[in-house]
């Protein structure tokens, strides 16, 4: 599978109902990031991926990820289409479900459609939300490559190997631009309840595959949030970040994580930039 061309860094935006998230996607491109990212939680509709694309000028943008219990295969292929008619290249499609033998075959029977969509939305546009072997297994035959989240550099290696070297993987990394452990710790841990406390199962299952005991998991351990989540100093989080590109990831996402006394996504990409914007 020929890989996709996202460049070493992104940034995942957070999006806001009186769309000023257009002007942190126009910042973002202009400090030099190579993707911006969507949280597929956020999108109640697939309008914003338009909206970022025509604001800015070339810097492709994946949603992480389209849900496909939420959007059907029709509505992924119409997108495609309109997008690669006005700004082609720049739509990457990301996709994800949960990981069992039901929901692989619904996900295979996905793909198919878009294979024969008009336009056929092809797999070297396509990037898949995986972590288990399966999943990682259907990345490198029907995607472009795999997204992973709540990984260390570990199993990022890991994942490199299961993938090959013809295959793009993205690890989009959680960070907390703060030095005081206790507050740090304690934003990482909001997402991670939902994430590993039980709201999706494959989170937890991977956890413990990198070698978590149960108890870790459950109580949300400090070292479970350390090393999952980057936190710290900008020079801190930029070195987390060079760890995974080392193990073998082709780009690395800021998923920035915030309280309102925290910084935002677009002030920790300012932060950052001058550290991994080559």
């Known amino acids: 599978m020929t890989t996709l061309d996202l460049g070493p860094i992104g940034v995942s935006l957070d999006l806001s109902a009186d769309d000023s998230y257009l002007d942190d996607a126009v910042e973002v491109e202009k400090l030099g990031y190579s993707t911006i990212w969507l949280s597929g939680g956020q999108l109640t509709t697939l309008d914003p991926i338009a909206k970022i694309i025509r604001a800015t000028t070339t810097i492709p943008v994946a949603p992480g990820i389209i849900p496909l219990g939420v959007y059907g295969p029709e509505a992924v292929?119409?997108?495609?289409?309109?997008?690669?008619?006005?700004?082609?290249?720049?739509?990457?499609?990301?996709?994800?479900?949960?990981?069992?033998p039901r929901s692989l075959r619904a996900l295979n029977e996905f793909l198919d459609?878009?294979?024969t969509g008009e336009p056929p939305v092809p797999a070297d546009r396509r990037i898949l939300a995986a972590l288990g072997p399966r999943k990682l297994q259907l990345a490198r035959d029907r995607f472009a490559g795999a997204v992973v989240l709540l990984v260390t550099p570990a199993f990022t290696a890991d994942a490199r190997r299961a993938l090959g070297h013809d295959s793009t993987l993205v690890v989009d990394q959680m960070v907390v631009l703060d030095t005081?452990?206790?507050?740090a710790r304690e934003t990482a841990r909001g997402p991670l309840r939902f994430l590993v406390g039980g709201g999706v199962r494959g989170y937890a299952e991977n956890i413990r595959r990198m070698g978590f005991a149960d108890d870790e998991i459950s109580d949300l351990s400090d070292r479970l949030v350390d090393e999952l989540v980057a936190w710290g100093d900008a020079d801190t989080i930029a070195a987390r970040v060079g760890e995974h590109l080392r193990a073998g990831a082709d780009q690395v996402v800021l998923g920035v994580l915030?309280?309102?006394?925290?910084?935002?996504?677009?002030?920790?990409?300012?932060?950052?930039?001058?550290r991994l914007i080559r």
């Open 77 to 100: 292929t119409a997108l495609y289409a309109d997008l690669e008619a006005t700004h082609p290249g720049r739509f990457v499609v990301g996709l994800g479900g949960p990981q069992t």
């Open 258 to 274: 915030h309280e309102e006394d925290q910084p935002h996504p677009v002030q920790v990409a300012r932060e950052l930039a001058e």
């Open 113 to 115: 459609r878009l294979d």
């Open 180 to 183: 005081d452990p206790a507050r």
